[in-house]
């Protein structure tokens, strides 16, 4: 069992929907990273937190410390957000767990 | 732009041969890690370095190896390539101290036939 859960595994969309990926962990954290991956397999940085909530664009995480439980919402998504959608915890030293991912797809 | 390149970005290799993945980053930054992921899975830390002349092996067990003789280089070898490498690999450094997440790298698609 990951000790980084996402769900849902896979995601299909409408374009304009509002959009929540959710991500659990078992073990308390140092940081949370939110990373994109497209097609080609490239991976984009999105965010780091610790706390609270982050925004950027129509992309926004937040963070429950407590519940050990952290989301991404993407506000009026469009099919350029198609994409993997992968949570990493960090809890010190060299050691990140990465989450399997959520696949979105947007529909035009 | 990116900052941290992979060569080759695609590699269709016979059994036997042996691999070099190239991975250089501009950043100057001191940590640099190699990935393995298979389709639909998750990053899987092979291989990990904290600067020149520090090379760790990560979590999962791999027969390949790495070396760090310059800050901005990370090449990634498999000596004997078999089917079972088949995989994409993904180069990634942070700074220093602490965390501040990772660059990655395009990634390497390797196939093994």
């Known amino acids: 069992k990951n000790e980084v859960e996402q769900s849902p595994q896979n995601l299909t969309a409408q374009e304009g929907e509002f959009i929540t990926i959710n991500c659990s962990y078992s073990?308390?954290?140092?940081?949370l990273h939110w990373l994109q991956q497209h097609p080609g397999g490239g991976i984009v940085s999105l965010f780091m937190?610790?706390?609270g909530k982050k925004k950027h664009g129509r992309l926004i995480a937040t963070i429950n410390i407590q519940e050990k439980h952290s989301s991404l919402h993407i506000t009026a998504s469009h099919p350029r957000d198609s994409a993997v959608y992968i949570c990493a915890r960090w809890t010190g030293g060299f050691k990140t767990i990465f989450g399997a991912g959520t696949r979105l797809f947007v529909k035009a | 732009e990116a900052d941290i390149y992979q060569t080759p970005r695609y590699l269709v290799i016979g059994t036997g041969k042996k691999i070099t993945l190239e991975c250089s980053q501009t950043m100057g930054h001191d940590k640099m890690y190699w990935y393995q992921q298979d389709p639909g899975m998750e990053l899987h830390l092979i291989h990990y370095s904290y600067g020149v002349n520090s090379t760790e092996k990560g979590d999962l067990s791999s027969e390949s190896t790495v070396s760090r003789i310059r800050t901005e280089h990370f090449p990634l070898t498999l000596e004997s390539a078999r089917p079972s490498h088949t995989s994409q690999y993904l180069c990634a450094s942070s700074p220093g101290q602490g965390w501040y997440g990772y660059t990655f790298g395009s990634g390497t698609r390797l196939t093994v036939v």
């Open positions: 937190l610790s706390s």
């Open positions: 073990v308390g954290i140092s940081a």
